[in-house]
């Protein structure tokens, strides 16, 4: 549930995902599952307090559902576009942007949001 004091966390499923190459690309959406999984789990380590994680899908990641801690959100066209637009819907609450796409980053950080590169919620590489 959407707590207005809660951090909200807007995190980039396509830019986390492929930010280490583990074959992600074989399947998208499972990927992107395992990313929520993860996000469920470890939420966003480093941050007291009430988090609220918005997993954003696009592409062949559409479909995937939300589970309890992590809320998942389809974007309709550009993921960039549709992580600006939550942002700018967030008011003054505090944001934080997870990705590492330099364009996205410039956007949300003139919309007033902090932004984390991958690293901040990404799990380890599975080794073969």
Same mark, same amino acid.
């Given at each position: 549930? %959407?707590?207005?004091?809660?951090?909200?966390?807007?995190?980039?499923?396509?830019?986390?995902?492929?930010?280490?190459?583990?074959? =992600? =690309?074989?399947?998208? /959406?499972?990927?992107? *599952?395992?990313?929520?999984?993860?996000?469920?789990?470890?939420?966003?380590?480093?941050?007291?307090?009430?988090?609220?994680? @918005?997993?954003?899908? *696009?592409?062949?990641? /559409?479909?995937? *559902?939300?589970?309890? +801690?992590?809320? @998942?959100?389809?974007?309709? +066209?550009?993921?960039?576009?549709?992580?600006?637009?939550?942002?700018?819907?967030?008011?003054?609450?505090?944001?934080?942007?997870?990705?590492?796409?330099? %364009?996205?980053?410039?956007?949300?950080? %003139?919309?007033?949001?902090?932004?984390?590169?991958?690293?901040?919620?990404?799990?380890?590489?599975? /080794? +073969?």
């Amino acid at each position: 549930m %959407e707590d207005a004091g809660s951090l909200l966390v807007i995190v980039d499923a396509a830019n986390v995902v492929g930010s280490v190459p583990d074959g =992600w =690309w074989r399947d998208r /959406r499972g990927a992107a *599952e395992r990313l929520r999984d993860h996000l469920a789990a470890q939420g966003v380590p480093g941050h007291e307090g009430p988090v609220d994680i @918005v997993l954003v899908v *696009e592409g062949a990641a /559409r479909g995937v *559902e939300p589970v309890p +801690g992590v809320r @998942v959100a389809a974007a309709p +066209g550009s993921g960039d576009d549709h992580m600006v637009a939550l942002v700018a819907e967030a008011g003054d609450r505090p944001v934080l942007v997870v990705t590492a796409d330099r %364009e996205l980053r410039r956007r949300v950080e %003139e919309l007033g949001a902090d932004v984390a590169g991958p690293r901040a919620v990404r799990p380890a590489p599975r /080794r +073969g």
